[in-house]
């Protein structure tokens, strides 16, 4: 499949259809997938946990590059709030990760939000900021915390 014609399949879809192939592409380890959501705008922006702000296609690819370069991650998003308008949908999603690192395999919490825009060409990532979450995040609603934001 071209990179086109998998463009076109991806977004053929729904915001919601969109980021199920993200995940899905995640999961599977395939950068071409991963990159086939996003935007091709010079200004789409991706912010991993502790890392530094990615901006652009070159950043973006490699970063997710090497974060795949040792095979899929085992990621599920879960938990999924939208905002959605005609041309835009803001989802906020717990995302369960599951990585092997040199000292063995670590399970992970993570607070994401992906930001997508309805392009000519159809729904496109836009935006993905994940934070590190705790576990139980989401689970009931937390007290107002005393956070100067």
């Not at 709030?81 to 803001?90: G, I």
């Not at 729904?123 to 007290?143: I, K, N, T, Y």
Request: glycine fraction near 8%.
């Amino acid at each position: 499949m071209t990179r086109s014609s998998l463009r076109a399949a991806v977004l053929a879809g729904t915001p919601d259809e969109l980021e199920t192939a993200f995940y899905d592409a995640l999961r599977a380890g395939d950068v071409e997938r991963v990159m086939a959501c996003w935007a091709d705008e010079d200004e789409i922006v991706c912010i991993h946990p502790g890392g530094p702000r990615l901006v652009g296609q070159a950043a973006i690819r490699t970063a997710f590059a090497a974060m795949l370069r040792h095979g899929g991650l085992g990621v599920q998003a879960q938990r999924l709030m939208r905002v959605q308008a005609l041309a835009s949908s803001v989802h906020s999603v717990l995302e369960h990760v599951s990585v092997m690192l040199p000292d063995g395999p670590r399970d992970a919490v993570v607070c994401a939000t992906n930001v997508y825009h309805k392009t000519p060409r159809g729904w496109r990532l836009v935006a993905h900021h994940a934070s590190p979450g705790a576990e139980g995040e989401g689970d009931a609603p937390s007290p107002a915390a005393h956070v100067l934001h």
